[in-house]
């Protein structure tokens, strides 16, 4: 499937279109941005290693009855998706206090929370993604009650699915975001599920493998990402 007309480009990836009205082109670029598009910057190969990445886990949740937009893997950068009418609501889900929900309890990052906590994000970039609950996802029409519901259920069944996956190659999944769309009126997963949109730590060291090592300048990034892959392929990748 070849790339046609150019649509849309995101902070991490742009979007063309194909042959087929249905299906659009994903190419996943090296760029890299933290606290609202303040910190920019490049992480070289990232594009590379997010595709690999994701596609893994979209086939991973496909094995396990969790459909998502995800087609097929086609070149280093790019993967071939179904275009979603996207919801406006990007799901945060947490198993570990980290990033915004420590300052906003005032609790330590790595607190363990006694079961899964699934957050809901207004996707705007004027507002900065403002928390929002889901009265205002249906006072603003974001969602109807049926999507919601299934959105919520897809993201604890996903979170679920990828705890017990990554737990068993010593990786802790701290938190993620995820995002939804509808595709023939059904829900579906869409964006990417990588090191971007994850919190991933090692079990063993606590060492994180993810994007917090470029918002807080750890050093070594695209290393990290490198051993998330490695992990997920058992080094063949
Ligand atoms: O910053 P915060 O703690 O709310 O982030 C929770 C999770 O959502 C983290 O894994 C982070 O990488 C991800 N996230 C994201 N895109 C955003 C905001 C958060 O992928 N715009």
Same mark, same amino acid.
């Given at each position: 499937m070849e790339r046609q007309a150019f649509l849309y480009e995101g902070k991490a990836k742009r979007i063309y279109a194909t042959a087929d009205p249905d299906l659009v082109l994903v190419e996943y670029k090296d760029d890299a941005t933290a606290f609202d598009g303040e910190k920019k910057g490049r992480i070289a190969n990232k594009g590379i290693l997010n595709n690999k990445i994701a596609a893994h886990f979209f086939e991973l949740l496909a094995e396990q009855g969790v459909p998502s937009h995800f087609v097929r893997h086609l070149s280093e950068r790019e993967m071939l998706v179904k275009k979603l009418q996207i919801i406006k609501v990007e799901v945060v889900a947490r198993n570990r206090v980290a990033g915004s929900l420590s300052k906003r309890l005032g609790l330590d990052e790595g607190v363990e929370l006694s079961r899964p906590v699934l957050e809901f994000y207004y996707k705007n970039d004027e507002l900065h993604d403002p928390l929002i609950n889901e009265y205002h996802i249906y006072a603003l029409k974001l969602a109807t009650k049926e999507e919601l519901q299934q959105i919520a259920e897809q993201a604890l069944q996903i979170n679920e699915i990828l705890v017990k996956y990554l737990a068993k190659r010593d990786?802790?999944? /701290?938190d993620m975001k995820l995002e939804f769309g509808l595709f023939n009126g059904e829900v579906l997963l869409g964006d990417e599920i990588s090191p971007d949109t994850c919190r991933f730590w090692d /079990?063993?060291?606590?060492e994180k493998l993810d994007k917090d090592r470029f918002r807080r300048d750890l050093g070594n990034v695209e290393k990290a990402y490198e051993e998330i892959l490695s992990r997920l392929t058992g080094g063949k990748n």
């Amino acid at each position: 499937m070849e790339r046609q007309a150019f649509l849309y480009e995101g902070k991490a990836k742009r979007i063309y279109a194909t042959a087929d009205p249905d299906l659009v082109l994903v190419e996943y670029k090296d760029d890299a941005t933290a606290f609202d598009g303040e910190k920019k910057g490049r992480i070289a190969n990232k594009g590379i290693l997010n595709n690999k990445i994701a596609a893994h886990f979209f086939e991973l949740l496909a094995e396990q009855g969790v459909p998502s937009h995800f087609v097929r893997h086609l070149s280093e950068r790019e993967m071939l998706v179904k275009k979603l009418q996207i919801i406006k609501v990007e799901v945060v889900a947490r198993n570990r206090v980290a990033g915004s929900l420590s300052k906003r309890l005032g609790l330590d990052e790595g607190v363990e929370l006694s079961r899964p906590v699934l957050e809901f994000y207004y996707k705007n970039d004027e507002l900065h993604d403002p928390l929002i609950n889901e009265y205002h996802i249906y006072a603003l029409k974001l969602a109807t009650k049926e999507e919601l519901q299934q959105i919520a259920e897809q993201a604890l069944q996903i979170n679920e699915i990828l705890v017990k996956y990554l737990a068993k190659r010593d990786i802790i999944l /701290a938190d993620m975001k995820l995002e939804f769309g509808l595709f023939n009126g059904e829900v579906l997963l869409g964006d990417e599920i990588s090191p971007d949109t994850c919190r991933f730590w090692d /079990a063993n060291t606590m060492e994180k493998l993810d994007k917090d090592r470029f918002r807080r300048d750890l050093g070594n990034v695209e290393k990290a990402y490198e051993e998330i892959l490695s992990r997920l392929t058992g080094g063949k990748n």
